[in-house]
């Protein structure tokens, strides 16, 4: 098993997920599945799309029961077909019913992350923007759906608020209003370490210049439209990291990545990525080829 799957967040989490589905046990599979009983299962992708959680699901089988065989037959990362069979696991039978619904809600969601992300990136193709994604993850799950952003191809902003500055509407309404932009960079400096760049979201050109003045090292274009966009990038002309977000969609991103911006940040990529569709086929026993897929 790699690295992936032996973290230690990664682990808590399954955990988790695996107590509140399974609780004090499966009452269905042990009244009516022989304890003995050996099973092959086919984890079956029916949508097109990016696979990400196979490590993940890997380990929610073999949570429940370590002598589960399971084999991967796509990486990580891959684009797939519908109708691709991904993964097939042998074993107990009472052990693969137990840990199949929680396996599969984490390698579907997964894959829904990674498979949105896939889509945003392939939308910008030929320009200088990256798509980044935002805190806006299910709670509990966002190591994970960081990673599956990054198994799309697009890439990570800060994983939480102790990895950098960025100062946003309400820390300036805390200190006075939008007006503080530079009394809030000047107080960031002033605390900050010297690796870590200040960043600050702004709304109208006339704050673009203002955060320029102040010295912030990264400007985030926040909902304005993309000529405004564009005559930001034009008065920042490299001085800053420009950013753009909300209000980002595949239909416009090809437009907003042509205004020169440096970085895309969205928040569907995490709040509301569709999962993919995987099922888990079940049979009883297994074929010559199974065998050799799992040894």
Known sequence: MSSLALDGNVLAILDLALAEDIGAGDVTAIATVPGETIATATMLAK???????????????QRVDSRLAFRA???????????????????????????ERVALNF????????????AYVAAIQGTTARIVDTRKTTPGM?????????????????????DGILIKDNHLAAIGGPDRI????????????????????VTTISQVKEALDAGAEIIMLDNMTVAEMSAAVQTIAG??????????????????AASGVDLISIGALTHSAPSLDISLDFAIGGDSLVNQAVS
């Open 107 to 118: 390698i579907q969601r997964l894959s829904g992350v990674a498979t949105i992300a896939a």
């Open 239 to 256: 001085r800053a990291i420009v950013e753009a977000s909300g209000g980002i969609t595949l239909n416009n991103v090809a437009e907003v």
């Open 73 to 99: 037959l796509v990486e990580d990362g891959d684009s797939i077909e519908a109708m691709t069979r991904i993964a097939i696991i042998k074993g107990g039978a009472r052990s693969i019913l137990q840990a």
């Open 47 to 61: 949508q097109p799309g990016v696979i990400y959680g196979l490590e993940v699901a890997q380990a929610a089988f």
């Open 142 to 162: 966002r190591v994970l759906e960081k990673r599956a952003v990054v198994a799309g191809g697009a890439h990570n902003h800060r994983f939480g608020l102790s």
């Open 182 to 201: 530079a009394t809030a960079i000047s107080l960031a400096r002033q605390s900050a370490p010297h690796t870590l760049k200040i960043e600050i979201e």
